[in-house]
T-cell receptor, first 111, second 115 residues
């Protein structure tokens, strides 16, 4: 069974600060996805990274996939209150549409 | 395009009962996956259906079953409910004809409470 560990579990910061969330595994995934989930909603895909060493930027969010395709990070620059939510990483196994999710990082950005 | 819809949104059942949850995928999507989300275990994959066939299965007991209809709508059934089945059940659809590297779009979930 492939496992994904996210850290930290909870992060509370002030608006304008930066934050980084980590997602680590001992297994290789064909791709790694980051989602954000808000209360009462399903997860919404932010980005998919496929190539080892890949870096993707989405406005103030920067996503990195490790060279060995086992780990990833999400960095938010100058966080805003709208960034508050549960951030989930998910690894896709080569075998199919089966996502293995990390435990999630709950981010609270205070005004 | 309408998103993934799930019904009902909330459900209360008692131990021993059974429950059926419904998911309507995005129009044109033929793959539907089901996930269980709990505070303790996080999001866990239940199963995936494509063209009315179960294509992938997670590590859940046989009390959890599903099916998919010819219009791609899917249902999930849980029999002999246990307290631990209380969770948010999420459905996700994708257009994948072949497996792998596809975007899955999640519905808002059905929150099930077992008393």
């Amino acid at each position: 069974t492939q496992l994904l560990e996210q850290s930290p579990q909870f992060l509370s910061i002030q608006e304008g600060e930066n934050l980084t969330v980590y997602c680590n595994s001992s297994s290789v995934f064909s791709s790694l996805q980051w989602y954000r989930q808000e209360p009462g909603e399903g997860p919404v895909l932010l980005v998919t990274v496929v190539t080892g060493g890949e870096v993707k930027k989405l406005k103030r969010l920067t996503f990195q996939f490790g060279d060995a395709r086992k780990d990833s990070s999400l960095h938010i620059t100058a966080a805003q209150t709208g960034d508050t939510g549960l951030y989930l990483c998910a690894g896709e196994e080569a075998a199919g549409n089966k996502l293995t999710f990390g435990g999630g990082t709950r981010v609270l950005v205070k005004p | 395009k309408a998103g993934v819809t799930q019904t009902p949104r909330y459900l209360i059942k008692t131990r021993g009962q059974q429950v059926t949850l419904s998911c309507s995928p995005i129009s044109g999507h033929r793959s539907v996956s089901w996930y269980q989300q709990t505070p303790g275990q996080g999001l866990q994959f239940l199963f995936e259906y494509f063209s009315e066939t179960q294509r992938n299965k997670g590590n859940f007991p046989g009390r959890f079953s599903g099916r998919q209809f010819s219009n791609s709508r899917s249902e999930m059934n849980v029999s002999t409910l246990e307290l631990g089945d209380s969770a948010l059940y999420l459905c996700a659809s994708s257009s994948a004809a072949r497996q792998g590297s596809v975007t899955q779009y999640f519905g808002p979930g059905t929150r099930l409470l077992v008393l």
